[in-house]
């Protein structure tokens, strides 16, 4: 046995205490430049292998991504999932090839989410009227009135997604929304069970199982309620396929997706595993491009006047549109590399014991792939590797795409897991980002440009910590 090198470890905790004070992703990248590109850690009880150079995850999602096709199925992750798997966390096997048969081929496919193009629209228009409303609610006239750009995006990607997966409408959306942002919020990150998984006393002590189980629970009354709503509104036979949960439901009432029998318990793990997965994701991506930004002027002024450009006397922005900027598109392929949504990807299991770039990757080990890292690794992207540049990919890095084929650039993960909500996730990214630029002029408050705050938050999901607040004025109104 030659396993990967790694930092000294202590009995009951393990590397651990290498962790503390530090974000996972920042900590293991840290090891990582003392230890190498694939190491071993371990975190309590459980082995964990880090990739964090492309040249190591080129291994782990291409030459063997079939030992590392299974997710690891923690004490939290078993917990939110014994209703049923959706996808996300369902270990590698005949229900996870099927149901992922259906999102690639079905649900979100390019022309399907082309389909939900005039949702999305309209979602845009709520935002930028959020916008303006928040400068008109701005009472102190003296001063340039500031938007919380966090809570507006948020917003926007959240409904969006809802609109994608179930419709127009849903009973109570708010109530809705909470309860997903709560499953969310208690599934990522590790918890204390999951790394003392042996540990009773670990299990007494923590009150993730019940949070976790108390979250689920109400989360599936209000999915039912949903699916009922829609049925009721489903008339029968020719009904035509408006969103995720019509194609779902026709899936259902022709008994068979790929082999997969879907159940309710799958359903509503499927689309709790889109939302979970779609809306926080593009959401931080919209945020951290807003940041980046703002503290790069010119980058700034290049995209506002390329996306006015396009769009020169019209009153709003329109999806056909968005092929006319493809600025905008490197702007959010830089944010993707510098500010990848899910640093650590989401994390995959050893199925069988593994030989990658020469040592032994243990049989139920814990494989991460610092995404984070990589994106900003100097072995790949040079000396400016730290610096947003969206230009780069004119220059520097014109072929690389993050489509799965090059491993320096790898925040949708690759290989058979890789994320199937591409498409979604960038269009939902695109038009909101397009339409803060053309219809607002934005500065930092204070003008103050250096000092933007950037700390990111703890979570599987590494968003900003603190909300971003921007001065904003308006360019072009939006429409009553
Ligand atoms: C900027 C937006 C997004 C980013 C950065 C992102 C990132 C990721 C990552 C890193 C993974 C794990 C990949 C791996 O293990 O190799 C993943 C998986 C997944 N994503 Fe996304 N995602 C985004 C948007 C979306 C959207 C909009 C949806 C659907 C509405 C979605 C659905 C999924 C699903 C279902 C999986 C699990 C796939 C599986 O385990 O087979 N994602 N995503």
């Not at 290498?18 to 430049?33: C, E, I, K, Q």
Request: with cysteine; proline share 6%; glycine share 8%.
């Amino acid at each position: 046995m030659n396993p990967p090198p790694g930092p000294w470890q202590l009995p009951v905790i393990g590397s651990l205490h290498h962790m503390v004070g530090a974000l996972p992703h920042r900590a293991m990248r840290d090891l990582a430049s003392r230890h190498g590109p694939l190491m071993l850690l371990r975190m309590g009880e459980v082995p964990v292998v880090v990739a964090s150079s492309a040249a190591a995850a080129r291994e782990v999602m291409k030459t063997h991504d079939a030992a590392f096709a299974t997710r690891p199925l923690t004490s939290t992750i078993r917990t939110a999932t014994h209703d049923g798997f959706g996808i996300v966390f369902a270990p590698h096997g005949d229900h996870w090839r099927g149901v992922r048969k259906l999102c690639v081929t079905e649900l979100l496919n390019a022309r399907r989410v082309r389909s939900f193009r005039g949702s999305r629209e309209d979602e845009a228009g709520s935002l930028v009227a959020s916008v303006a409303a928040s400068l008109l609610d701005d009472e102190d006239e003296r001063k340039p009135a500031v938007v919380n750009v966090s809570a507006l995006v948020a917003a926007y990607a959240s409904h969006a997604t809802v609109r994608a997966v179930a419709g127009d409408r849903i009973g109570d959306s708010e109530a809705f929304l909470a309860s997903l942002d709560e499953g969310v919020r208690v599934v990522a990150g590790f918890s204390l069970p999951d790394l003392f998984p042996s540990s009773r006393l670990a299990h007494a002590l923590s009150g993730t199982a019940r949070r976790i189980e108390a979250v689920f629970r109400e989360f599936s009354m209000l999915m039912d309620g949903v699916i009922e709503e829609k049925r009721a509104r489903r008339s029968g036979a020719g009904d035509e396929d408006k969103d995720i949960l019509d194609v779902l439901l026709r899936t259902q009432d022709q008994e068979a997706a790929g082999g997969v029998p879907l159940d309710m318990g799958t359903i509503r793990a499927v689309i709790r595993d889109l939302f979970g997965a779609g809306s926080e994701t593009s959401s931080t991506t919209l945020q951290w491009a807003m940041s980046e930004l703002m503290r790069k002027p010119a980058a700034l002024r290049r995209a506002q006047a390329e996306v006015r450009g396009a769009l020169a006397g019209q009153s709003r922005v329109r999806e056909d549109a968005l092929p006319q900027m493809p600025y905008l598109r490197l702007v959010i392929k830089e944010t993707l590399r510098m500010h990848p949504p899910v640093p650590l990807l989401v994390p995959r299991e050893c199925r069988e014991p593994c030989r990658v770039m020469g040592y032994d990757v243990p049989q139920g080990a814990m494989v991460l792939v610092n995404a984070w890292a990589i994106g900003r690794d100097a072995a790949s992207w040079g000396p400016d590797a730290e610096e947003f540049r969206p230009e780069r990919f004119e220059d520097a890095a014109p072929a690389v795409d993050f489509r799965g084929a090059d491993f320096e650039l790898v925040p949708f993960g690759a290989g058979r897991r890789m994320c199937p909500g591409i498409n979604f996730g960038v269009a939902v990214t695109e038009l909101a980002l397009a339409s803060l630029l053309f219809h607002f002029d934005w500065e930092l408050p204070g003008g103050a440009r250096g000092g933007l705050d950037m700390q990111e938050a703890f979570g599987i999901t590494a968003g900003r910590k603190n909300d971003l607040w921007l001065q904003a004025a308006v360019h072009v109104p939006a429409n009553p």
